[in-house]
């Protein structure tokens, strides 16, 4: 289970003031996942009548969901293009990961932990994190493995 103090906290990074996701972007996602997941949130349109906030609304609405389905739809939301290069973002997946990893629904949860990790801690070596990323690329689109290994070798040295 994800306490209602981290869910909390994710919602007011997600939905900043001035650097989240507007009220009609939560409402629009939300939605999206309600109709994925079949389950009813009290916020599906924009605006929220009787919300104070965006970010009240948001959480209001990830607690409408299942804990493996409240991990899910953070990541993806934290994974948006919008925040790319946002470190508080980068952060709290990183946190969402390594403290409820267990709610993955895949084998891959060790392996997303290390990675995540890893792009972290390269942040300040740009070639170096550069290669790490054409590795990634190379493997998740599973072309090219043995470069994948290559880069990932340059990424080390």
């Known amino acids: 289970m994800i306490p209602i103090t981290f869910l909390s906290h994710a919602c007011d990074i997600l939905a900043d003031t001035n650097a989240g996701l507007t009220g009609s972007k939560i409402a629009e996602y939300c939605a999206a996942y309600a109709v994925d997941y079949n389950v009813d949130i009290p916020y599906g349109t924009y605006p929220f009548f009787d919300s104070p906030n ?15 389905q409240q991990y899910a739809i953070i990541k993806e939301l934290c994974e948006l293009e919008k925040w790319s290069d946002e470190p508080k973002i980068k952060d709290l997946k990183i946190r969402l990961i390594t403290r409820f990893g267990s709610l993955f629904q895949g084998s891959e949860c060790i392996n997303e932990i290390l990675i995540e990790e890893t792009k972290h801690w390269l942040e300040p070596y740009t070639k170096s994190k550069q290669n790490y990323l054409y590795a990634l690329d190379k493997f998740n689109n599973s072309v090219f493995l043995r470069n994948s290994l290559d880069d990932l070798r340059l990424s080390l040295e």
């Open 54 to 68: 965006k970010r009240t609304a948001l959480l209001k609405n990830l607690q409408a969901f299942k804990p493996e």
